[in-house]
T-cell receptor, first 117, second 114 residues
Framework: AQSVAQPEDQVNVAEGNPLTVKCTYS??????LFWYVQYPNRGLQFLLK??????LVKGSYGFEAEFNKSQTSFHLKKPSALVSDSALYFC???????????????FGQGTTLQVKP | SAVISQKPSRDICQRGTSLTIQCQVD?????MFWYRQQPGQSLTLIAT?????????ESGFVIDKFPISRPNLTFSTLTVSNMSPEDSSIYLC???????????FGPGTRLTVL
């Protein structure tokens, strides 16, 4: 069965410092991996995805994520954090295409990012 | 990306009543989903809304409690029936865009049951 783990409930960084939000996954086939951000009282916004190709994926708002197959990880990164990046971040996995695949996203428990000025 | 609207954005309801949430997307999509996000929790998939046929429910969710319709490729409704305070959650509509194979989310409906 698919699963996603975000080991940190909260990550605190100072503005201007690099940030990393961790995610590990477990799937039986090839993973499709996603990051979403949720600001207070809002829905989820798509940040980036990995389907295939380069292990380093670039997304919205200066975020990027590195796919590491051997470590089954897909950590979200940003070189220089902004206070406005403070939000709740979700990692999600979907099994790759195959017979019977419904495309369901399975979400991690979420990580609150707090960027302090 | 797909632009998704949900109505209502929030509601406060009495125990035992039902609420229907509407989801409209601005383009044709391959799949539509309904998620629940309980306070302080992650997202849980309720069901996949299938066009012109019964929805596919996840374990723990049943049609009698959460009837879903999808009459066409761009519209779906979720009804929360016979509500109890435990149903207080954010309900999110989600679609998988044909062009990008990416799942997008609506703004959510914040439901409070008294």
């Amino acid at each position: 069965a698919q699963s996603v783990a975000q080991p940190e409930d909260q990550v605190n960084v100072a503005e201007g410092n690099p940030l990393t939000v961790k995610c590990t996954y477990s799937v039986s086939g090839n993973p499709y991996l996603f990051w979403y951000v949720q600001y207070p009282n809002r829905g989820l916004q798509f940040l980036l995805k990995y389907i295939t190709g380069d292990n380093l994926v670039k997304g919205s708002y200066g975020f990027e994520a590195e796919f590491n197959k051997s470590q089954t990880s897909f950590h979200l990164k940003k070189p220089s954090a902004l206070v406005s990046d403070s939000a709740l971040y979700f990692c999600a996995v979907r099994e790759g295409h195959g017979s019977g695949n419904t495309g369901k996203l399975i979400f991690g428990q979420g990580t609150t990012l707090q960027v302090k000025p | 990306s797909a632009v998704i609207s949900q109505k209502p954005s929030r509601d406060i309801c009495q125990r035992g009543t039902s609420l229907t949430i509407q989801c409209q997307v601005d383009s044709q999509v391959t799949m539509m989903f309904w998620y629940r996000q309980q306070p302080g929790q992650s997202l849980t998939l309720i069901a996949t809304a299938n066009q012109g046929s019964e929805a596919t429910y996840e374990s723990g969710f049943v049609i009698d409690k959460f009837p879903i319709s999808r009459p066409n490729l761009t519209f779906s409704t979720l009804t929360v029936s016979n509500m109890s305070p435990e149903d207080s959650s954010i309900y999110l509509c989600s679609v998988r865009a044909l062009s990008t194979d990416t799942q997008y989310f609506g703004p959510g409906t914040r439901l409070t049951v008294l």
